[in-house]
């Protein structure tokens, strides 16, 4: 399964204002052909960018909640994507998003059911879509033993997990899934990372991911 980053203009440039033809765009560039490996849409903020209901309310959306209404929008590309757009899919399937925050104005508490009651995206059919992400940086100097170690990554997964699809348990009830995005950085340790993480937890490795 494949995580897809939503384009940095998008994002950093934008700043997910009058983003309808960027948004058509992305989704016929490509992502529809990943079929049933399409994994969530990534869309990392930048760290400058500060907490607005409305501008989220409208990106929120604007956002495709399934691969048809994604190919119905894929459709409306400009014409820099003409001869090479994807625009179709094989099969209704939901598409999901993650959300990474950076700025600590989002942190209040009308995020994330954030979006104003005309656009009903509120509760659960928001959270259905969207998870919000926000990064941990790991321990902190002075590493614990493997075993504390081990425990303190499970309940740092299970709690970050269980609140981002707004579950109120800081467990997470079974059936939901986790994806990590680990930062490559300059040296390139992802992949490493995720293997290190999947170990801790005592899963197959073949289980684990890059973002």
């Known amino acids: 399964m494949f995580s897809v980053k939503g384009p940095r203009f998008i994002t950093h440039m934008k700043k997910l204002r009058d ?8 989704f016929a ?3 529809l052909a990943l ?4 994994g969530p849409v990534l869309w990392q903020l930048p760290p400058t960018m500060r907490y607005d209901a409305a501008v989220l309310a409208e990106f929120f959306a604007a956002l495709p909640r399934d691969t048809e209404t994604a190919a119905a929008l894929a459709a409306k590309h400009d014409e820099r994507l003409d001869g ?3 625009t179709s899919t094989d099969a209704r399937r939901p598409v999901r998003y993650a959300l990474e925050v950076r700025h600590p104005s989002f942190q209040v508490d009308a995020f ?22 926000r990064a941990d940086h790991g321990e902190r100097p002075g590493v614990p033993a493997a075993a504390r170690r081990r425990r303190a990554v499970h309940q740092r997964v299970h709690r ?23 930062d490559n950085d300059v040296k390139v340790r ?3 990372d995720a ?6 937890l005592g899963v197959g490795r073949q289980r684990s991911g890059t973002g």
């Not at 983003?19 to 992305?26: G, Q, S």
């Not at 579950?167 to 995005?181: N, T, W």
């Not at 293997?195 to 801790?200: P, S």
């Open 29 to 31: 560039s490509g992502v």
């Open 112 to 133: 994330p059911s954030c979006s104003p009651a005309r656009h009903r995206l509120r509760g659960r059919r928001l959270r259905r879509h969207l998870a919000v992400l």
């Open 160 to 182: 970050r997990g269980a609140a981002a699809v707004g579950g109120q348990d800081p467990r997470l009830a079974p059936g939901h899934e986790v994806y990590v995005y680990f």
């Open 35 to 38: 079929g049933a490996k399409l």
């Open 19 to 26: 983003a309808d033809t960027l948004l058509a765009n992305f």
């Open 190 to 192: 992802a992949p490493a």
């Open 195 to 200: 293997m290190a993480l999947a170990d801790l």
């Open 84 to 86: 090479r757009a994807w």
